[in-house]
């Protein structure tokens, strides 16, 4: 689901095996090699990516969705980044270490940075990005909710911050690599998140390129940032052009007018394969897909209701029909591409078994009505889906809507316009059920998504509430040690399968579709990709 931080925004987008192993003045990891020789690399020439609606030119604005975070990732540079291994590497900070309690972490910045408008980059810059905004509670800046554990961050010198912490967060270096760019304190001191010539216009930035022009509607042109630290790109432009339709996606990439995208629509996977300027690439993903139950709804916080409900979904119908295979059947929210805490035991957890899902249903007092609708204190169990407009949903909603019928269960379908679903699922909460994704930093701290106190008003949509997997989230988030935390999240996974607090459906792979002349692109999806951009370069027809 995009990712929200204390409003859906936040949630989005919504997020690899980040091994991360933290312990007493360790310092981070070195930058990724560069991906394997391609030819040799030639400047020139443009990309368009599609997004599908106008960005907001702000990482931290509660109105900054999915289609902002493209372009956000190559604008604004984070402390760190998500590696080609997917572990945090550096990025505007050159090192990092942590105290002997995990309660402070010390960032070394990069000398020499400077913003797009020439002026340099400093801590009071993080400083600023962190203490004013993120942790500014009235402002209710987009992903906030990742950082409770920040108490604030600290100015050491010029060229050093230090994140003071309220109790150990071994992931924080993964989450500054998550939608975590710093911005300019200098711009953006008296409104920092509704500037609108910033937002909607022209930012100043730190990335490898720096908008040329927005234009409403249509496009944001990227030309490269000369003030940018690292190598030159390659590319001349990044143009991020406005295309709502997924079928006009495709003819465009068909007819080369477009050079890399996420394909959503997976049966078009054989017409993109077949064209000889593309390429297709699956790529794992940390990110699943699930059916929450609201737990303000005394139907579902009874556990045999929603493992009922898992065993009488077909989840494998699902990958195959929807997905064409591209997935697998989800049991807990640590994905297949987090090697090193994935435990692949759970995939047989909930077999489809409808007859099962009766059964459980029956213990849990629900009896046949009349009509087949099961009933219980003369109540039917019948309440209403939620379902945006967006990638897979609708069809995925329809499959569960049979699945559940053939049980007894009634479920009607609210389908609503994206923007309008948002608000009133995930800002209102005013939902019964609703189906959709998550992604999250390449890390297994998943605290924000479940912890008791993110319910109702953070990203834990369902408002589940359980001190036991409230204590297994705290260990984990403080665990520094690897094997410690391989063992905790292995415990967390097997929990969360046992009580289900979302009805966990499936890992999806992303399928890329990249333009043969695109080179330098690494092996990683679209979006973490985007960090890598000014690697990216066109070879000559």
């Given at each position: 689901?995009?990712?929200?931080?204390?409003?859906?925004?936040?949630?989005?987008?919504?997020?690899?095996?980040?091994?991360?192993?933290?312990?007493?003045?360790?310092?981070?990891p070195?930058?990724?090699?560069?991906?394997?020789?391609?030819?040799a690399p030639?400047?020139?020439?443009?990309?368009?990516?599609?997004?599908?609606?106008?960005?907001?030119?702000?990482?931290?604005?509660?109105?900054?969705?999915?289609?902002?975070?493209?372009?956000?990732?190559?604008?604004?540079d984070?402390?760190?980044r998500?590696?080609?291994?997917?572990?945090?590497?550096?990025?505007?900070?050159?090192?990092?270490?942590?105290s002997?309690?995990?309660?402070?972490?010390?960032?070394?910045?990069?000398?020499?940075?400077?913003?797009?408008?020439?002026?340099?980059?400093?801590?009071?810059?993080?400083?600023?990005?962190?203490?004013?905004?993120?942790?500014?509670?009235?402002?209710?800046?987009?992903?906030?909710?990742?950082?409770?554990?920040?108490?604030?961050?600290?100015?050491?010198?010029?060229?050093?911050?230090?994140?003071?912490?309220?109790?150990?967060?071994?992931?924080?270096?993964?989450?500054?690599?998550?939608?975590?760019?710093?911005?300019?304190?200098?711009?953006?001191?008296?409104?920092p998140?509704?500037?609108?010539?910033?937002?909607?216009?022209?930012p100043?930035?730190?990335?490898?390129?720096?908008?040329?022009?927005?234009?409403?509607?249509?496009?944001?042109?990227?030309?490269?940032?000369?003030?940018?630290?690292?190598?030159?790109?390659?590319?001349?432009?990044?143009?991020?052009?406005?295309?709502?339709?997924?079928?006009?996606?495709?003819?465009?990439?068909?007819?080369?007018?477009?050079?890399?995208m996420?394909?959503?629509?997976?049966?078009?996977?054989a017409?993109?394969?077949?064209?000889?300027?593309?390429?297709?690439?699956?790529?794992p993903?940390?990110?699943?897909?699930?059916?929450?139950?609201?737990?303000?709804?005394?139907?579902?916080?009874?556990?045999?209701?929603r493992?009922?409900?898992?065993?009488?979904?077909?989840?494998?119908?699902?990958?195959?029909?929807?997905?064409?295979?591209?997935?697998?059947?989800?049991?807990?929210?640590?994905?297949?591409?987090?090697?090193?805490?994935?435990?692949?035991?759970?995939?047989?957890?909930?077999?489809?078994?409808?007859?099962?899902?009766?059964?459980?249903?029956?213990?849990?007092?629900?009896?046949?009505?009349?009509?087949?609708?099961?009933?219980?204190?003369?109540?039917?169990?019948?309440?209403?889906?939620?379902?945006?407009?967006?990638?897979?949903?609708?069809?995925?909603?329809?499959?569960?809507?049979?699945?559940?019928?053939?049980?007894?269960?009634?479920?009607?379908?609210?389908?609503?316009?994206?923007?309008?679903?948002?608000q009133?699922?995930?800002?209102?909460?005013?939902?019964?059920?609703?189906?959709?994704?998550?992604?999250?930093?390449?890390?297994?701290?998943?605290?924000?998504?479940?912890?008791?106190?993110?319910?109702?008003?953070?990203?834990?949509?369902?408002?589940?509430?359980?001190?036991?997997?409230?204590?297994?989230?705290?260990?984990?988030?403080?665990?520094?040690?690897?094997?410690?935390?391989?063992?905790?999240?292995?415990?967390?996974?097997?929990?969360?399968?046992?009580?289900?607090?979302?009805?966990?459906?499936?890992?999806?792979?992303?399928?890329?579709?990249?333009?043969?002349?695109?080179?330098?692109?690494p092996?990683?999806?679209?979006?973490?990709?985007?960090?890598?951009?000014?690697?990216?370069?066109?070879?000559?027809?």
């Open positions: 689901m995009p990712h929200i931080a204390l409003s859906w925004r936040q949630l989005s987008a919504a997020l690899f095996a980040a091994i991360l192993v933290t312990s007493a003045c360790a310092t981070s070195a930058p990724a090699a560069a991906p394997a020789a391609q030819g030639v400047a020139g020439g443009t990309v368009t990516i599609p997004i599908v609606a106008d960005p907001t030119l702000n990482p931290w604005s509660p109105n900054a969705f999915i289609e902002s975070l493209f372009v956000n990732r190559v604008l604004f984070g402390l760190t998500p590696g080609k291994d997917l572990a945090p590497a550096p990025d505007l900070a050159a090192s990092w270490t942590t002997a309690d995990g309660l402070a972490w010390t960032f070394k910045l990069r000398d020499g940075v400077k913003w797009s408008d020439g002026k340099p980059f400093t801590a009071d810059d993080v400083a600023f990005t962190f203490n004013d905004i993120v942790l500014n509670k009235d402002l209710g800046a987009q992903n906030r909710g990742n950082y409770a554990a920040v108490k604030g961050v600290t100015v050491v010198d010029p060229t050093t911050v230090r994140f003071d912490l309220s109790r150990p967060f071994a992931a924080l270096p993964s989450y500054l690599a998550y939608n975590s760019g710093i911005v300019p304190k200098h711009v953006l001191a008296a409104d998140l509704k500037t609108n010539s910033f937002n909607k216009g022209v100043v930035s730190t990335g490898p390129y720096k908008v040329e022009k927005y234009t409403s509607g249509q496009s944001v042109v990227l030309v490269r940032n000369d003030s940018y630290f690292g190598p030159k790109p390659y590319l001349d432009k990044v143009v991020f052009t406005v295309v709502p339709d997924a079928n006009t996606q495709i003819a465009q990439a068909l007819s080369g007018e477009i050079g890399i996420i394909l959503d629509d997976k049966a078009a996977v017409r993109v394969k077949s064209a000889s300027n593309l390429v297709v690439a699956a790529r993903l940390v990110q699943y897909y699930w059916l929450a139950l609201n737990q303000t709804d005394p139907r579902f916080t009874d556990v045999r209701v493992q009922a409900f898992v065993q009488a979904i077909d989840r494998q119908a699902i990958i195959k029909s929807v997905e064409l295979g591209y997935g697998s059947i989800a049991n807990s929210a640590i994905t297949p591409a987090l090697k090193a805490y994935y435990d692949p035991s759970l995939a047989s957890r909930y077999p489809f078994d409808q007859a099962k899902a009766k059964a459980l249903l029956a213990e849990a007092g629900w009896t046949p009505g009349a009509d087949g609708v099961l009933v219980k204190d003369g109540k039917p169990f019948r309440f209403t889906m939620d379902v945006g407009q967006k990638g897979v949903l609708e069809p995925v909603n329809a499959l569960i809507q049979q699945d559940l019928k053939k049980i007894g269960v009634a479920a009607d379908l609210n389908t609503m316009e994206w923007n309008a679903y948002i009133k699922v995930v800002v209102r909460r005013e939902y019964t059920a609703s189906v959709n994704w998550w992604t999250y930093p390449s890390d297994p701290d998943v605290f924000p998504y479940y912890h008791s106190s993110t319910a109702g008003k953070g990203f834990n949509i369902p408002g589940y509430q359980d001190p036991k997997l409230d204590d297994l989230l705290t260990q984990g988030q403080g665990a520094g040690d690897l094997e410690k935390r391989k063992a905790i999240y292995k415990e967390l996974q097997t929990y969360m399968a046992d009580k289900l607090p979302y009805l966990f459906l499936w890992y999806p792979e992303e399928v890329d579709v990249i333009s043969a002349s695109l080179k330098g692109v092996e990683l999806g679209l979006r973490d990709a985007m960090h890598y951009v000014g690697e990216w370069w066109m070879a000559k027809k």
